[in-house]
């Protein structure tokens, strides 16, 4: 397919020549037009058709290919194309291993702002007002793929086994709710009635009924489920290598795939990088610095003879309950790179 730049009196449009008539020019939408004329503003000058042509064919390669590209295809990456699709975008994911194979799949699954956080400030409200929209996200992720996704609104349970944890719940307590945010204060023995086996250390505790927890080796795969629905396209074991700026945008970026065919940069309207800890060493060529760095988190997985009713926390580790019976323990929190690897200790 060949395309054309037209001039008319709003400007410079792309078209599409087609090959039974030369000079027949079918529209785009209006985005991929701008995106498009960005791209091809060059060759605006050399408006002689043959010439055009002949240049056309040797760039096809790198013709607008989405409306969106977003680098990365862990929970976020995802969770943003799941959104613009449904906006009736036409977007590529590129992810250079599996969907949710690096943070997303290692996570514990807690979407926790009000156990997890002491200042109410902007971060806050977005996390409390992204925890309130999951319920309505689940339920799509679940009915367009098919997948159930151990989304669970049962609450989290902070509890004091020491006095530093009294320290830290008491702060927390008032701190919430002098916010108004809704938390229960349980004595010892009601925090052993709702979940038996606890140690006897525990004091007392808080419990935040507005606190969910997902399965999130489950969430991503389902979301990329789910995009294959909506007519995302998925490029698994494909990494972005390079973007390609013109005119202070980003314009395409290079790729990289085991098919090296698939090999051909990608250019589009926009691109989001969604590249967890990697997304630094995209923008880095480019002079950009995104302090985002890599944090190792070790977790024990254990079978349990009954079920943990609910996520229990206690300083910075937590039990968190996973299907069936079994309960994740977390976590360390070790600034060592990229080492992925479990270490005996
Ligand atoms: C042990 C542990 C426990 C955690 N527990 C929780 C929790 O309970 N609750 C919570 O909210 N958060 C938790 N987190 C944090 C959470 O996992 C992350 O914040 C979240 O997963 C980040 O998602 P992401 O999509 O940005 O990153 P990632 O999941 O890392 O996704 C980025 C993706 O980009 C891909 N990529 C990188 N470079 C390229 C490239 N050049 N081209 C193509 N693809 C590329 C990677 O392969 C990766 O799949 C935890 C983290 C850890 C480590």
Known sequence: ????????????????????????????????????????????????????????????????????????????????????????????????????GEASGAAAGMIAPQGEMVNFDAFFELCAASRDLYPSFVEEVEELSGET???????ILMVAADDQHSRELDEISRSQARQGLPLERLTAESVHERVPGLSPAV????????????????????????LERLGVEFRAHTAATRLQVAGGRVISVETRSASAAANS?????????????????LVAPLGMCLPVQPCRGQMIEFESPRELPVVVRAG???????????ILVGTTAEYTGYQKEVTGE
């Open 149 to 155: 996704v151990g989304y669970r609104r049962d609450g």
């Open 265 to 281: 940069p990608i250019s589009a309207g926009h691109f989001i990088l969604a590249a967890g800890c990697w997304s630094c060493e």
């Open 1 to 100: 397919m060949w395309w054309v730049l037209e001039r008319s009196g709003s400007g410079i449009h792309l078209g599409r020549l087609c090959p039974s008539a030369q000079n027949a020019i079918v529209g785009c939408s209006a985005d991929r037009q701008e995106s498009r004329a960005a791209l091809f503003g060059a060759l605006w000058a050399m408006c002689k058709l043959p010439v055009t042509l002949k240049i056309m064919s040797v760039n096809l390669r790198s013709a607008p290919t989405a409306d969106v590209v977003v680098i990365g295809g862990g929970v976020i990456g995802c969770a943003i194309a799941f959104r613009l699709a449904h906006a009736h975008l036409k977007v590529v994911v590129l992810e250079r291993g599996e969907p949710g």
């Open 316 to 326: 910075h580790h937590y039990l968190v309950p996973r299907a069936p019976n079994r």
């Open 203 to 226: 004091r007392w505790g808080l419990f935040v009924r507005g606190d969910h927890w997902v399965d999130n080796e489950r969430l991503t795969p389902a979301l990329a489920q789910a």
